[in-house]
């Protein structure tokens, strides 16, 4: 009752199964190598462990200390002049000045990357975040002046400007040595005109 599968001579096959056959045993003899034969990492390729330990944090402040608090402030009061001076340029309507101020916007935002990091969880990330949003809003105001006064998204500007505020503040506080002085330094360094910050 059983009967046996004939299988045809190599010889005889079509030359397209012989290929399908040979990159098959290849595949198949790759897996088995991959699966059997022991993973050595490259040389002189570092862990992943080692990698993050030998490499220095990007940013140039990296913890709270006077030369720390004495940059923050000093970008901080940049991007304040920043906001100031948009604020002009829209007002006085001077539509060519548009995307040069967008640039000074972008080359304060890598500042803030180059010195206090590019992510809110490292020790003065606040700082930069506050470019972000400084940044975001400025580029809100002139989205809402391309379309006739409009926002894209309603409150968008208010809520950038707000961000702004909390990371500026929480810049500060980040970058000073102590509470005492991160106090004095915000009331000192507080723009005109600009409400009370949110601790």
Not at 1 to 26: C, F, H, Q, Y
Not at 41 to 66: D, I, M, T, V
Not at 105 to 110: D, Q, V, Y
Not at 174 to 185: E, N, V
Request: proline content about 6%; some cysteine; overall charge neutral.
């Amino acid at each position: 009752m059983t009967e046996k599968k004939r299988s045809t001579p190599w010889n005889d096959r079509p030359t397209a199964e012989k290929i399908a056959l040979i990159v098959g045993w290849l595949i198949i003899a790759s897996l088995m190598a991959y699966a059997f034969l022991p993973n050595k990492p490259e040389p002189g390729a570092p862990s992943l462990g080692s990698e993050s330990e030998a490499l220095p944090s990007a940013a140039q402040h990296n913890r709270a200390s006077a030369q720390a608090l004495s940059s923050a402030t000093r970008f901080l009061s940049q991007l304040d002049s920043a906001m100031a001076e948009g604020m002009y340029i829209l007002k006085a309507n001077q539509l060519p000045e548009l995307a040069a101020h967008s640039q000074l916007f972008k080359s304060l935002l890598e500042e803030g990357y180059a010195q206090f990091g590019r992510s809110v969880f490292q020790p003065l990330g606040r700082c930069s975040s506050a470019a972000v949003f400084a940044n975001s809003w400025w580029q809100a105001q002139v989205t809402a002046v391309h379309q006739g006064g409009t926002e894209t998204i309603p409150g968008a500007i208010q809520s950038h400007l707000d961000e702004y505020t909390l990371n500026r503040a929480d810049c500060l506080q980040s970058a000073a040595p102590s509470a005492d002085t991160a106090t004095s330094t915000i009331e000192k360094t507080r723009p005109i005109g600009q409400r009370t910050y949110q601790r």
